[in-house]
């Protein structure tokens, strides 16, 4: 996928997408939108300038790191944010995906390439130095964010807030004292696995081993509560999901995943958990990949992806030591065998749904820009987000609640884990945990 991710949660194929720097084609049209009401177009505007609009996750991180992109350089067409379209989208706070690929948790690769690529922590700490290079380079429009207090303090400069969420716990390579200099680095969130089951916790989409959370496990998220670090469910396994629920003493969120009422996909979240979420306090950030969204996309792709199978195997066989050719000649094949897809008024839905079932006070946005293949008709990059706020207009929600789903939301979220985090410790390491890993062999 755009994010180069090989565990993107369609299925274990789908991962082998090329770099998502263009949308894929669709073969069927979706239904056609209503048309535009100017004045509440207008008026959705005025509010979408008014709000704090925080989106929990965004993968051109790993395209910066990957291929050398500037943010700063507009890529209209290629990929679905810069820094420019940020600023178009009213995007108050952006979560940059620190995206570790479970490639860099396993040791088997040869010594050589360890050295030259290194392990978890050390991708971790590439994609970290990257938004900061970023932010360095263009101050006048782009801000390191650390707290909810800065995302606020990003809305009155008029810039974008940049904060940092891991996406896979492996990266913290089993150790507490890790996620604690990850803390001091500014991660602010960490999703619990990616698609893969790590040493501590079980993922949405792979072998379950520790039935949730692994006693080890059950501390990291103790210690993320005690820094101040939001706990990401997206990816986790219902039980992974539900044994955070019960260890927590913050508000959770999930940064980017969608309902499973409209798409019975292991990434989205069943309204039991829905639910539960909404009691904790926390905020579940819709995911914008209509594989996510619609079950008619989802059915197709798994299609798609049995009848391609044999070609794709060949494809992967004959490049495999051609990383860039092999990916071409991928995205050659997805792009004649297109899959359909929704709109942004399925998205909108999502957003409904979890509003009904877990509350108003706990729905987000969380895009996944440039971490999936296409987005819905009418969401083409970042700089729709405004189309958002004009279809939850249209369908009738108060301005108030329209500010909270864009980003009011999570900053009361984030506020409460801060409160959390200053009731239990004054220090980062001095009061931390000192267990350590074992492997379950040797305990």
């Not at 706990?231 to 039980?239: F, G, Q, Y």
């Not at 207009?393 to 980003?407: A, M």
Request: a positive charge; proline letters at 3%.
């Amino acid at each position: 996928m755009a994010k180069l991710r090989l565990a993107l949660a369609f299925t274990l194929t789908l991962s082998l997408l090329a770099p998502l720097c263009a949308r894929a084609q669709q073969a069927q049209a979706p239904a056609a939108q209503p048309q535009r009401d100017e004045r509440l177009w207008k008026k959705a505007l005025e509010l979408h300038r008014k709000a704090v609009v925080v989106d929990g996750h965004n993968d051109i991180t790993e395209i910066m790191v990957d291929t050398g992109y500037d943010l700063g350089t507009p890529s209209v067409g290629k990929y679905h944010t810069d820094l420019q379209r940020l600023i178009q989208g009213g995007v108050t706070g952006q979560f940059f995906s620190v995206y570790v690929d479970r490639k860099y948790a396993t040791q088997k690769h040869a010594a050589e390439e360890y050295l030259t690529r290194g392990g978890s922590a050390r991708r971790a700490l590439d994609l970290i130095d990257v938004i900061y290079r970023a932010a360095e380079k263009y101050p006048d429009r782009l801000m390191m964010a650390y707290s909810s207090a800065d995302i606020l303090r990003a809305k009155r400069q008029k810039k974008v807030g940049a904060l940092l969420g891991i996406e896979g716990g492996h990266a913290i390579e089993n150790s507490l004292s890790v996620l604690r200099d990850f803390y001091r680095l500014g991660v602010r969130y960490m999703t619990l696995t990616h698609n893969n089951t790590n040493e501590w916790a079980d993922a949405c989409c792979d072998d379950a081993r520790h039935n949730g959370l692994s006693d080890f496990g059950r501390e990291v998220v103790r210690e993320m509560n005690r820094l101040g670090m939001l706990v990401d469910v997206s990816h986790v396994s219902d039980k992974t999901m539900s044994d955070v629920l019960e260890v927590t003493k913050a508000p959770v969120i999930a940064s980017h995943s969608s309902a499973r009422r409209f798409s019975d996909h292991k990434r989205n979240i069943p309204d039991e958990l829905l639910r539960r979420i909404g009691q904790n306090g926390g905020v579940v950030m819709i995911n914008f990949y209509p594989a996510f969204l619609d079950e008619k996309v989802r059915q197709a792709g798994l299609e798609r992806d049995a009848r391609l199978k044999p070609e794709r195997d060949r494809i992967n066989q004959q490049f495999k030591d051609d990383k860039e050719r092999r990916e071409a000649e991928l995205k050659r094949l997805n792009d004649a065998n297109p899959l359909p897809n929704t709109t942004l008024s399925v998205l909108v839905d999502h957003i409904e749904h979890v509003a009904k079932v877990a509350g108003v006070d706990h729905v987000g946005l969380g895009s996944d820009f440039d971490g999936v293949p296409f987005l819905p008709e009418g969401v083409r990059d970042v700089a729709d987000l405004p189309n958002i706020t004009y279809e939850l207009l249209r369908r009738g929600h108060s301005e108030r609640d329209v500010l909270k789903i864009l980003g009011g939301n999570l900053v009361r979220a984030f506020a409460e884990a801060e409160r959390v985090a200053r009731s239990q410790s004054r220090t980062v390491s001095g009061e931390g945990s000192t267990l350590k890993y074992e492997p379950a062999a040797k305990k």
